[in-house]
């Protein structure tokens, strides 16, 4: 399983690379296009299948998972989800080429790669308590509508501007992750680790967001201050 895994690793990062040795989203005649894989519908698909199978790589390895988990336990997985979440989010960054981004080889003036390898750990604490409270929510001890998911993904946007000053550097990446690490927890809690269970989880944890969340979420988009955005 853990070859398989790794095999489908390999082959979602070489698809997200070179391709007839030219950079994906170039043009015969040089002229920068967005190709339909880069699509939002398919990178969400990518996102998805790419963090799951982290996921289970990871547990695959350490294996923790169960309705008889403890205490000790639940922290483990907790951190798992994390560091799967911040690895995800690494590769990312990492991947190159990337046209009209930062990535490994490429800077902006004002926003370095290094800028977005610290935002990555500075958001691991907060993708740490959404996968705990996603255990929570699977044990029956808080409601879907109980996770904060506004007040995780406000937390990790200020914990992100706390530790670097390369401004933006993962608002959409961290409004993506923390509902799937929520709803990675709320799987894994149960033991039955699978992406139809992960895809229907995530469904619940956003169909239970609440309008303080959405308050939450915009105070995040605020301290972001986002590009484009007006």
């Known amino acids: 399983p853990v070859q398989r895994i790794r095999l489908q690793t390999l082959r979602l990062r070489q698809r997200l690379s070179w391709s ?7 043009s015969r005649a040089g002229t920068r296009l967005l190709p339909p894989s880069l699509h939002p519908k ?8 790419f ?17 008889g ?5 639940t922290a483990r997985v907790a951190e798992h989800v994390s560091q799967c979440l911040q690895l995800a989010a690494l590769f990312e960054v990492s991947a190159s080429p990337k046209p009209g981004n930062v990535h490994r080889m490429a800077d902006f003036f004002d926003t370095r790669y290094e800028h977005f390898l610290a935002s990555a750990v ?26 904060g998911i506004g007040r995780v993904i406000k ?3 200020e914990s992100v501007g706390d530790w670097q000053r390369g401004g933006n550097t993962l608002l959409g990446t961290i409004i993506l992750l923390s509902p799937i690490g929520v709803a990675a927890g709320m ?3 149960k033991g039955l680790f699978s992406r139809a269970n992960l895809r229907e989880n995530v469904k ?4 239970a967001i609440t309008p303080q969340d959405a308050v939450e979420v915009y105070d995040a988009v605020l301290a972001a201050k986002p590009g484009g955005l007006g």
């Not at 007839?20 to 170039?26: A, C, Y």
């Not at 398919?42 to 299948?49: D, E, K, L, P, T």
């Open 69 to 73: 988990m403890t205490e000790k336990s």
């Open 204 to 207: 619940t944890i956003v169909r």
């Open 122 to 147: 500075a958001a691991g604490p907060h993708f740490r308590c959404a996968a705990h409270r996603g255990i929570m929510v699977s044990k029956k001890r808080i409601s879907p509508s109980e996770v």
């Open 20 to 26: 007839n040795g030219s950079p994906r989203g170039i």
């Open 51 to 67: 963090y799951t199978t982290l996921i289970k790589l990871s547990l695959i390895i350490h294996g923790t998972a169960g309705s």
């Open 42 to 49: 398919v990178w969400f698909r990518r996102c998805v299948i």
């Open 155 to 157: 937390g990790a946007v």
């Open 187 to 189: 799987t894994l809690a």
